[in-house]
């Protein structure tokens, strides 16, 4: 029998739920408030959870954005607008999304937009040039990378 929020030990349903939904990835307050909501518990109780997360340090939204900026630049390289929109979408405020940004460097943003390119130079390598720059343009665009270094990265393609 599927028991409802508000039933019988509420708090530890908001408590177990949030912990199921930390035990997939982690979430920053933000998610953690949205989806306690949206669950249908009421804000005594998501107040109650939160405050226990964070004292516990299961919730850290630090540790979050320094956690997903190493992810972006090392396992799948964005450029720097494209990590600040991950950033966002996550719930990191922006304020501390700058401050975490402000360690990446333009050495750092040129060598993830190299390394993509070279994986996808693979791929693209039977098309003519102008297909590939045209295609490489759009993917380095989409994943938020400037303007100079989208420029300089591929004009250096063949």
């Known amino acids: 029998m599927k028991r409802s929020p508000g039933s019988n030990g509420p708090q530890v349903n908001a408590k177990t739920y949030a912990l199921k ?27 109650s959870v939160i405050k226990f997360l964070e004292d ?17 630049t090392e396992r799948r390289p964005l450029g720097k607008k494209g990590i600040a929109m991950l950033l966002a979408k996550r719930g990191i405020d922006r304020e501390l999304a700058d ?8 050495e750092m943003e040129d060598a993830a937009a ?10 693209l390598k039977n098309y003519p040039e102008n297909v590939i720059k045209r295609r490489l343009w759009g993917m380095l665009q989409r994943r938020g990378f400037s303007i100079e270094v989208i420029i300089r990265v591929v004009n250096s393609v063949r």
């Open 99 to 106: 401050k975490t940004l402000s360690v990446h460097t333009a």
């Open 56 to 72: 516990t340090g299961l919730i850290n939204d630090r540790l979050l954005a320094s956690d997903l900026v190493k992810y972006s």
């Open 21 to 47: 939904l930390l035990s997939y990835r982690s979430r920053s307050k933000k998610e953690m408030l949205e989806r306690l909501g949206r669950k249908g518990f009421d804000s005594s109780q998501i107040d």
């Open 114 to 123: 190299l390394e993509f390119v070279e994986r996808k130079m693979k791929t």
